[in-house]
T-cell receptor, first 113, second 110 residues
Framework: AAGVIQSPRHLIKEKRETATLKCYPI?????VYWYQQGPGQDPQFLIS???????DKGSIPDRFSAQQFSDYHSELNMSSLELGDSALYFC????????????FGPGTRLTVL | GENVEQHPSTLSVQEGDSAVIKCTYS??????FPWYKQELGKRPQLIID?????GEKKDQRIAVTLNKTAKHFSLHITETQPEDSAVYFC?????????FGAGTRLTVKP
C-alpha cells in the first residue's frame, strides 16, 4: 500500500540558509500534519492542513511557513535556519475525520551547521 | 491546549515480564488515544489505539486501558521480548489535534 512520502530524506544546511521540505500524503488523504522531533524529544506538532486550508497551528516558529497544494501535497518552508532547527521533521496524513490514525512518513533529517 | 504527561521516562524489564506505561491528559474533549512505537531514527509506528467510547482494547500481547473520568490511559505489554525495546509515545487527540507524551524508553533484557 502507498505510504506517506517525504523528500528529501536528509538535508544539510548552513545557518541563515533556507530549506524546503516536501510531503506527499497517502492517496485520498486530505489532511497533512507536520511535526518536529529533536534528539531524545517527542514529536512536536507544528502545523496542519485540511483541504488546502490551515486547520491548526502548534509550535511553529514565525521563520517557518507551510502550505498545502491542490494535489494535497504540502511543503514546509524554513528560513533563517538556526542550529536549533536541526531535527527530524515528520509529515503525517489522514482522511481528516475524527478518530483516525495519522500515518507518518519516514521523516526528513535536517542538519544545520 | 492539550497537555499529555507520560511515565516512566525509562523502563527496563526482563524478557517475559510485563511492562506498563501510563499517561494522563488534560483536555476532557480528547477522544482518540493512540500509542506509537519508535525505533531510533525511524518514524513513529502505531501499535494500538483506543477511542473515548471504549474502556479497554487488546491486541495479542498489547492492551490499552482508558479511564475518562480520571483522564488516564495506560499501555500494557505482556510477555515482553527483546524486539519490544524502543521508545513508546502516548498521544491524545481531539478533532485530529494530537499531542504526544514525552516518551518512555523501554529496554527488554534477554
Amino acid at each position: 500500500a502507498a505510504g506517506v512520502i517525504q523528500s528529501p530524506r536528509h538535508l544539510i544546511k548552513e545557518k541563515r540558509e533556507t530549506a524546503t521540505l516536501k510531503c506527499y500524503p497517502i492517496p485520498r488523504h486530505d489532511t497533512v500534519y507536520w511535526y518536529q522531533q529533536g534528539p531524545g524529544q517527542d514529536p512536536q506538532f507544528l502545523i496542519s492542513f485540511y483541504e488546502k486550508m490551515q486547520s491548526d497551528k502548534g509550535s511553529i516558529p514565525d521563520r517557518f511557513s507551510a502550505q498545502q497544494f491542490s494535489d494535497y501535497h504540502s511543503e514546509l518552508n524554513m528560513s533563517s535556519l538556526e542550529l536549533g532547527d536541526s531535527a527530524l521533521y515528520f509529515c503525517a496524513s489522514n482522511s481528516g475525520t475524527s478518530y483516525n490514525e495519522q500515518f507518518f512518513g519516514p521523516g526528513t533529517r535536517l542538519t544545520v551547521l | 491546549g492539550e497537555n499529555v504527561e507520560q511515565h516512566p521516562s525509562t523502563l527496563s524489564v526482563q524478557e517475559g515480564d510485563s511492562a506498563v506505561i501510563k499517561c494522563t491528559y488534560s483536555d476532557s474533549a480528547s477522544n482518540y488515544f493512540p500509542w506509537y512505537k519508535q525505533e531510533l531514527g525511524k518514524r513513529p509506528q502505531l501499535i494500538i489505539d483506543i477511542r473515548s467510547n471504549v474502556g479497554e482494547k487488546k491486541d495479542q500481547r498489547i492492551a490499552v486501558t482508558l479511564n475518562k473520568t480520571a483522564k488516564h490511559f495506560s499501555l500494557h505489554i505482556t510477555e515482553t521480548q527483546p524486539e519490544d525495546s524502543a521508545v513508546y509515545f502516548c498521544a491524545a487527540s481531539h478533532n485530529n489535534d494530537m499531542r504526544f507524551g514525552a516518551g518512555t524508553r523501554l529496554t527488554v533484557k534477554p
